[in-house]
Protein backbone atom coordinates (compact mmCIF):
# COMPACT_ATOMS: atom_id res chain seq x y z
CA UNK A 1 0.00 0.00 0.00
CA UNK A 2 0.88 3.36 -0.49
CA UNK A 3 2.03 5.58 2.17
CA UNK A 4 0.45 8.97 1.82
CA UNK A 5 3.64 10.12 1.98
CA UNK A 6 4.66 8.66 -1.30
CA UNK A 7 1.27 9.35 -2.78
CA UNK A 8 1.72 12.82 -2.27
CA UNK A 9 5.02 12.74 -3.59
CA UNK A 10 3.45 10.74 -7.27
CA UNK A 11 0.82 13.85 -7.07
CA UNK A 12 3.61 16.33 -7.15
CA UNK A 13 5.64 14.87 -10.13
CA UNK A 14 2.62 14.51 -11.76
CA UNK A 15 1.22 18.14 -11.58
CA UNK A 16 5.00 19.02 -12.48
CA UNK A 17 4.94 17.28 -15.87
CA UNK A 18 0.91 18.18 -16.41
CA UNK A 19 2.79 21.90 -16.02
CA UNK A 20 5.74 21.35 -18.20
CA UNK A 21 3.15 20.03 -20.97
CA UNK A 22 0.69 23.11 -20.44
CA UNK A 23 3.89 25.47 -20.25
CA UNK A 24 5.96 25.02 -23.48
CA UNK A 25 3.17 24.76 -26.05
CA UNK A 26 4.48 22.23 -29.57
CA UNK A 27 6.04 24.00 -32.16
CA UNK A 28 3.46 25.38 -35.24
CA UNK A 29 5.30 27.01 -37.47
CA UNK A 30 8.05 25.48 -39.80
CA UNK A 31 9.89 27.32 -42.59
CA UNK A 32 11.30 25.24 -44.93
CA UNK A 33 14.17 26.73 -47.64
CA UNK A 34 14.63 25.13 -50.79
CA UNK A 35 11.61 23.61 -52.78
CA UNK A 36 13.75 20.86 -54.51
CA UNK A 37 14.10 17.21 -54.13
CA UNK A 38 14.22 17.57 -50.52
CA UNK A 39 12.59 20.34 -49.69
CA UNK A 40 9.37 19.41 -51.39
CA UNK A 41 9.26 16.35 -49.00
CA UNK A 42 10.62 18.14 -45.98
CA UNK A 43 7.37 20.49 -46.51
CA UNK A 44 4.65 17.77 -47.38
CA UNK A 45 5.72 15.40 -44.22
CA UNK A 46 5.60 18.51 -41.68
CA UNK A 47 2.11 19.85 -43.18
CA UNK A 48 0.98 15.84 -43.38
CA UNK A 49 1.94 15.94 -39.46
CA UNK A 50 -0.37 19.13 -38.93
CA UNK A 51 2.32 22.23 -38.76
CA UNK A 52 2.10 25.15 -40.91
CA UNK A 53 4.72 25.37 -43.59
CA UNK A 54 6.37 28.20 -44.98
CA UNK A 55 8.20 26.96 -48.43
CA UNK A 56 10.97 29.34 -49.49
CA UNK A 57 12.67 29.07 -52.72
CA UNK A 58 14.20 31.61 -54.92
CA UNK A 59 12.84 30.76 -57.90
CA UNK A 60 9.19 30.53 -58.14
CA UNK A 61 9.03 27.84 -60.80
CA UNK A 62 10.50 25.81 -58.05
CA UNK A 63 8.08 26.47 -55.70
CA UNK A 64 5.77 25.82 -58.21
CA UNK A 65 6.77 22.45 -59.25
CA UNK A 66 7.54 21.42 -55.62
CA UNK A 67 3.36 21.78 -55.13
CA UNK A 68 2.71 19.92 -57.87
CA UNK A 69 4.90 17.17 -56.80
CA UNK A 70 3.57 17.43 -53.40
CA UNK A 71 0.31 17.18 -54.69
CA UNK A 72 0.70 13.99 -57.08
CA UNK A 73 2.85 12.36 -54.15
CA UNK A 74 -0.23 13.25 -52.06
CA UNK A 75 -2.68 11.16 -55.12
CA UNK A 76 0.04 8.50 -54.49
CA UNK A 77 -0.46 8.49 -50.35
CA UNK A 78 -4.30 7.93 -51.31
CA UNK A 79 -4.16 5.60 -53.34
CA UNK A 80 -2.29 3.84 -50.82
CA UNK A 81 -4.91 4.79 -48.04
CA UNK A 82 -2.48 6.65 -45.92
CA UNK A 83 -4.31 9.77 -46.34
CA UNK A 84 -7.89 10.86 -47.24
CA UNK A 85 -8.86 13.46 -50.39
CA UNK A 86 -9.82 15.74 -47.38
CA UNK A 87 -6.54 15.50 -45.63
CA UNK A 88 -5.41 15.99 -48.90
CA UNK A 89 -6.96 19.72 -49.18
CA UNK A 90 -6.00 20.02 -45.61
CA UNK A 91 -2.06 19.53 -45.85
CA UNK A 92 -1.83 21.48 -49.40
CA UNK A 93 -3.78 24.09 -47.64
CA UNK A 94 -1.28 24.45 -44.43
CA UNK A 95 1.92 25.01 -47.27
CA UNK A 96 2.15 28.42 -47.94
CA UNK A 97 5.07 29.46 -50.66
CA UNK A 98 7.52 32.39 -50.64
CA UNK A 99 10.24 33.86 -52.53
CA UNK A 100 11.34 36.48 -50.29
CA UNK A 101 13.28 34.55 -46.76
CA UNK A 102 12.10 37.74 -44.39
CA UNK A 103 8.55 37.06 -44.91
CA UNK A 104 8.65 32.83 -44.90
CA UNK A 105 10.85 32.76 -41.89
CA UNK A 106 8.71 35.69 -39.81
CA UNK A 107 6.72 32.95 -37.45
CA UNK A 108 8.65 30.51 -38.08
CA UNK A 109 9.83 28.71 -34.27
CA UNK A 110 12.05 25.63 -36.69
CA UNK A 111 13.62 26.41 -40.06
CA UNK A 112 15.19 23.50 -42.17
CA UNK A 113 17.15 24.67 -44.86
CA UNK A 114 17.44 22.28 -47.82
CA UNK A 115 18.68 24.73 -49.99
CA UNK A 116 21.49 23.75 -52.63
CA UNK A 117 24.45 22.13 -51.07
CA UNK A 118 27.22 24.76 -51.34
CA UNK A 119 28.72 25.82 -48.70
CA UNK A 120 28.75 29.64 -49.70
CA UNK A 121 24.76 29.22 -50.13
CA UNK A 122 24.32 28.01 -46.66
CA UNK A 123 26.80 30.32 -44.52
CA UNK A 124 25.09 33.00 -46.03
CA UNK A 125 21.20 31.70 -45.51
CA UNK A 126 22.15 31.05 -41.82
CA UNK A 127 23.94 34.69 -41.11
CA UNK A 128 20.89 35.75 -42.77
CA UNK A 129 18.48 33.56 -41.10
CA UNK A 130 20.27 34.64 -37.54
CA UNK A 131 19.55 37.79 -38.27
CA UNK A 132 15.96 37.40 -39.73
CA UNK A 133 14.45 34.91 -37.00
CA UNK A 134 13.55 35.00 -33.59
CA UNK A 135 15.86 34.68 -30.99
CA UNK A 136 14.30 31.13 -29.79
CA UNK A 137 14.09 29.57 -33.43
CA UNK A 138 16.12 26.75 -33.81
CA UNK A 139 18.12 26.27 -37.21
CA UNK A 140 18.31 23.07 -38.75
CA UNK A 141 20.14 22.18 -41.76
CA UNK A 142 19.62 18.91 -44.15
CA UNK A 143 22.67 19.32 -45.44
CA UNK A 144 24.24 15.32 -47.01
CA UNK A 145 27.93 16.51 -45.58
CA UNK A 146 28.62 20.05 -44.83
CA UNK A 147 29.83 20.46 -41.37
CA UNK A 148 27.35 21.99 -39.10
CA UNK A 149 29.59 23.21 -36.45
CA UNK A 150 30.95 25.53 -39.21
CA UNK A 151 27.33 26.44 -40.63
CA UNK A 152 26.70 27.54 -37.19
CA UNK A 153 29.32 29.84 -36.37
CA UNK A 154 27.93 31.53 -39.14
CA UNK A 155 25.55 33.00 -36.27
CA UNK A 156 25.34 33.68 -32.81
CA UNK A 157 23.23 30.83 -32.06
CA UNK A 158 25.66 28.02 -32.15
CA UNK A 159 23.39 25.90 -29.47
CA UNK A 160 20.54 26.30 -31.70
CA UNK A 161 21.82 25.41 -34.78
CA UNK A 162 21.47 21.24 -35.94
CA UNK A 163 21.33 19.11 -39.01
CA UNK A 164 18.34 17.58 -39.47
CA UNK A 165 19.46 14.98 -42.31
CA UNK A 166 15.80 13.29 -43.77
CA UNK A 167 16.51 11.00 -46.36
CA UNK A 168 14.78 10.88 -49.79
CA UNK A 169 11.84 10.68 -50.34
CA UNK A 170 10.80 12.09 -47.04
CA UNK A 171 7.35 11.18 -46.58
CA UNK A 172 8.28 7.36 -47.04
CA UNK A 173 11.49 7.11 -45.58
CA UNK A 174 11.75 6.44 -41.55
CA UNK A 175 15.38 8.06 -40.88
CA UNK A 176 16.27 11.46 -39.35
CA UNK A 177 19.72 11.46 -39.03
CA UNK A 178 20.19 14.49 -36.45
CA UNK A 179 23.79 15.59 -36.20
CA UNK A 180 25.14 17.80 -33.41
CA UNK A 181 27.72 20.52 -34.03
CA UNK A 182 30.20 21.21 -31.79
CA UNK A 183 28.12 23.67 -29.35
CA UNK A 184 24.39 22.13 -30.55
CA UNK A 185 23.11 22.11 -27.27
CA UNK A 186 21.00 19.47 -24.99
CA UNK A 187 17.77 21.20 -25.71
CA UNK A 188 18.05 21.33 -29.46
CA UNK A 189 19.19 17.86 -29.45
CA UNK A 190 15.94 16.80 -27.63
CA UNK A 191 13.78 19.70 -29.24
CA UNK A 192 14.76 18.44 -33.00
CA UNK A 193 14.26 14.16 -31.66
CA UNK A 194 10.68 14.62 -30.21
CA UNK A 195 10.07 16.43 -33.51
CA UNK A 196 11.51 13.98 -35.66
CA UNK A 197 9.04 11.33 -33.92
CA UNK A 198 6.35 13.61 -34.01
CA UNK A 199 6.29 13.17 -37.92
CA UNK A 200 6.56 9.31 -37.25
CA UNK A 201 10.20 9.08 -38.22
CA UNK A 202 13.48 7.02 -36.24
CA UNK A 203 15.99 9.99 -35.22
CA UNK A 204 19.63 8.79 -35.03
CA UNK A 205 22.13 11.21 -33.01
CA UNK A 206 25.22 11.49 -34.60
CA UNK A 207 28.29 13.71 -33.87
CA UNK A 208 29.22 15.90 -36.78
CA UNK A 209 32.33 14.49 -38.99
CA UNK A 210 32.43 14.59 -42.69
CA UNK A 211 29.82 12.84 -43.85
CA UNK A 212 28.76 11.85 -40.79
CA UNK A 213 27.18 8.37 -40.58
CA UNK A 214 25.13 7.94 -43.78
CA UNK A 215 26.73 9.70 -46.61
CA UNK A 216 30.59 8.70 -45.10
CA UNK A 217 29.02 4.49 -45.71
CA UNK A 218 27.01 5.20 -48.74
CA UNK A 219 29.18 7.62 -50.80
CA UNK A 220 32.27 5.37 -50.88
CA UNK A 221 30.26 2.69 -51.87
CA UNK A 222 28.03 4.30 -54.81
CA UNK A 223 31.97 5.90 -56.00
CA UNK A 224 32.84 1.84 -56.22
CA UNK A 225 30.14 1.26 -58.44
CA UNK A 226 30.75 4.64 -60.61
CA UNK A 227 34.47 3.26 -61.12
CA UNK A 228 33.12 0.07 -61.96
CA UNK A 229 31.04 1.39 -64.49
CA UNK A 230 33.68 3.67 -66.29
CA UNK A 231 36.40 0.97 -66.17
CA UNK A 232 33.90 -1.42 -68.26
CA UNK A 233 33.33 -4.17 -65.51
CA UNK A 234 30.05 -4.06 -66.17
CA UNK A 235 27.08 -2.09 -67.83
CA UNK A 236 24.54 0.25 -65.19
CA UNK A 237 22.23 -2.36 -64.78
CA UNK A 238 24.26 -5.52 -64.35
CA UNK A 239 25.90 -3.41 -61.04
CA UNK A 240 23.17 -2.53 -60.00
CA UNK A 241 20.98 -5.98 -60.64
CA UNK A 242 24.51 -7.93 -58.67
CA UNK A 243 23.66 -5.08 -55.26
CA UNK A 244 20.28 -5.51 -55.74
CA UNK A 245 20.03 -9.59 -55.93
CA UNK A 246 23.07 -9.93 -54.50
CA UNK A 247 23.15 -7.72 -51.33
CA UNK A 248 19.26 -7.29 -50.90
CA UNK A 249 19.82 -3.53 -51.83
CA UNK A 250 16.43 -1.95 -52.65
CA UNK A 251 18.06 -0.16 -55.33
CA UNK A 252 21.25 -0.37 -56.95
CA UNK A 253 23.66 1.91 -56.37
CA UNK A 254 23.84 3.73 -60.01
CA UNK A 255 20.25 4.25 -60.10
CA UNK A 256 20.23 5.72 -56.48
CA UNK A 257 22.64 8.04 -57.49
CA UNK A 258 20.30 9.09 -59.97
CA UNK A 259 17.97 9.70 -57.65
CA UNK A 260 19.97 11.48 -55.62
CA UNK A 261 21.11 13.53 -58.00
CA UNK A 262 24.87 13.41 -58.96
CA UNK A 263 25.93 16.44 -58.33
CA UNK A 264 25.03 15.88 -55.27
CA UNK A 265 26.76 12.84 -54.86
CA UNK A 266 29.90 15.00 -56.14
CA UNK A 267 29.88 17.52 -53.79
CA UNK A 268 29.56 15.10 -50.75
CA UNK A 269 32.93 13.30 -52.02
CA UNK A 270 34.31 16.19 -52.26
CA UNK A 271 33.37 16.98 -48.68
CA UNK A 272 35.11 13.84 -47.31
CA UNK A 273 37.76 13.84 -49.68
CA UNK A 274 38.91 17.03 -48.28
CA UNK A 275 37.49 16.28 -44.58
CA UNK A 276 39.45 13.15 -44.20
CA UNK A 277 42.55 14.19 -46.91
CA UNK A 278 42.51 10.15 -48.25
CA UNK A 279 42.96 9.16 -51.92
CA UNK A 280 39.78 7.04 -51.43
CA UNK A 281 37.00 9.57 -51.16
CA UNK A 282 38.43 10.91 -54.44
CA UNK A 283 35.14 11.30 -56.96
CA UNK A 284 35.45 9.20 -60.46
CA UNK A 285 36.46 10.89 -62.92
CA UNK A 286 32.99 9.87 -64.73
CA UNK A 287 31.12 11.50 -62.28
CA UNK A 288 33.14 14.79 -62.85
CA UNK A 289 32.38 14.88 -66.14
CA UNK A 290 28.99 13.52 -66.14
CA UNK A 291 28.09 16.65 -63.72
CA UNK A 292 30.05 18.92 -66.34
CA UNK A 293 28.02 17.68 -68.89
CA UNK A 294 25.07 18.84 -66.83
CA UNK A 295 23.67 15.14 -66.34
CA UNK A 296 22.35 15.13 -63.37
CA UNK A 297 20.50 12.01 -62.84
CA UNK A 298 16.45 11.97 -62.61
CA UNK A 299 16.15 15.78 -62.04
CA UNK A 300 18.32 16.13 -65.35
CA UNK A 301 16.41 13.38 -67.11
CA UNK A 302 19.59 11.50 -67.58
CA UNK A 303 22.11 10.04 -65.31
CA UNK A 304 23.27 6.46 -65.83
CA UNK A 305 19.84 5.61 -67.09
CA UNK A 306 17.16 7.60 -68.99
CA UNK A 307 14.04 9.76 -67.55
N1 LIG B 1 18.84 14.72 -53.00
C1 LIG B 1 18.93 13.88 -51.98
O1 LIG B 1 18.65 12.69 -52.07
C2 LIG B 1 19.33 14.44 -50.64
C3 LIG B 1 19.20 13.60 -49.51
C4 LIG B 1 19.48 14.12 -48.25
C5 LIG B 1 19.93 15.44 -48.13
N2 LIG B 1 20.07 16.23 -49.24
C6 LIG B 1 20.50 17.62 -49.05
O2 LIG B 1 19.34 18.45 -49.14
C7 LIG B 1 19.71 19.74 -49.67
C8 LIG B 1 18.87 20.01 -50.90
O3 LIG B 1 19.15 19.03 -51.87
P1 LIG B 1 18.16 18.77 -53.09
O4 LIG B 1 18.55 17.47 -53.67
O5 LIG B 1 16.75 19.00 -52.65
O6 LIG B 1 18.61 19.96 -54.09
P2 LIG B 1 17.82 20.55 -55.34
O7 LIG B 1 18.86 21.04 -56.27
O8 LIG B 1 16.80 19.59 -55.84
O9 LIG B 1 17.02 21.81 -54.71
C9 LIG B 1 17.65 22.90 -54.11
C10 LIG B 1 16.70 24.10 -54.15
O10 LIG B 1 17.27 25.16 -53.35
C11 LIG B 1 16.95 26.39 -53.98
N3 LIG B 1 17.86 27.42 -53.45
C12 LIG B 1 19.17 27.60 -53.74
N4 LIG B 1 19.65 28.65 -53.04
C13 LIG B 1 18.62 29.14 -52.30
C14 LIG B 1 18.47 30.21 -51.38
N5 LIG B 1 19.49 31.02 -51.07
N6 LIG B 1 17.25 30.43 -50.81
C15 LIG B 1 16.21 29.62 -51.12
N7 LIG B 1 16.27 28.59 -51.99
C16 LIG B 1 17.47 28.35 -52.56
C17 LIG B 1 17.10 26.10 -55.46
O11 LIG B 1 16.41 27.07 -56.24
C18 LIG B 1 16.50 24.69 -55.56
O12 LIG B 1 15.11 24.74 -55.87
C19 LIG B 1 21.21 19.67 -49.95
O13 LIG B 1 21.88 20.21 -48.84
C20 LIG B 1 21.46 18.19 -50.08
O14 LIG B 1 22.78 17.84 -49.77
C21 LIG B 1 19.77 15.75 -50.49
Same mark, same amino acid.
Given at each position: ???????????????????????? @?????????????????????????????????????????????? &????????????? &????????????? *???????? #????????????????????????????????????????????????????? @???????????????????????????????????????????? #?????????????????? *????????????????? +????????????? *???????????????????????? +????????? *?????????????????????????
Amino acid at each position: MMSAHSTAWWMGVFSLCLLMTISM @PQMQHIAVIGSGTMGNGIAHTFAQFGFKVALIDIKPGALESALVTI &SSNLDRQMAKGIV &SEDDKVAILDRIT *PYTRLDEG #VRQAELVVEAATESESVKLKLFSDLDGLCSKDTILASNTSSISITKIAAATHR @PDKVIGMHFMNPVPVMKLVEVIKGYRTSEHTTSTVIALSERLDK #VPVEVNDYPGFVANRILM *PMINEAIYAYYEGVADA +EAIDTVMKLGMAH *PMGPLQLADFIGLDVCLSILRVLH +EGFGQPKYA *PCPLLVNMVAAGQLGRKSGQGFYKY
